[in-house]
């Protein structure tokens, strides 16, 4: 079994930054891959940004380029997002997971309970 835990949520004005972290016990975290994902209401969840077990290969969707940092640490078993020159589309609830690749059809199989972004204008 796997517990994943998000933090560093909350309210930011735009163009701000935040840094979010994702703690995970119980499995051997550093041979999977993890992501972050984020959600409104009414919407699908997407794919924000993934990176391998290794650290090296990391994915980000075309929305956050640029501006967002995936990163982990498996010494720490933590997982982060560094999000800055946010903007107001970016409020969402964020969620992070862990699976078997960069993308979502490759399999996610545990998740966060979700932390909240808010990005005011």
């Known amino acids: 079994q796997v517990q994943l835990v998000e933090s560093g949520g909350g309210l930011v004005q735009a163009a701000g930054s935040l840094r979010l972290s994702c703690a995970a016990s119980?499995?051997?975290?550093?041979?999977?891959?993890m992501g972050w994902f984020r959600q409104v209401p009414g919407k699908e969840r997407e794919l924000v940004a993934s990176?391998?077990?290794?650290?090296?290969?990391?994915y980000y969707a075309d929305s956050v380029k640029g501006r967002f940092t995936i990163s982990r640490d498996n010494t720490k078993k933590t997982v982060y997002l560094q999000m800055n020159s946010l903007k107001p589309e970016d409020t969402a609830v964020y969620y992070c997971?862990?699976?078997?690749?960069?993308?979502?059809?490759?399999?996610?199989?545990?998740w966060g309970q979700g932390t909240q972004v808010t990005v005011s204008s």
């Open positions: 119980g499995r051997t975290f550093s041979a999977y891959a």
């Open positions: 997971a862990l699976g078997r690749g960069l993308q979502p059809s490759q399999g996610y199989d545990y």
């Open positions: 990176i391998d077990w290794s650290g090296i290969t990391k």
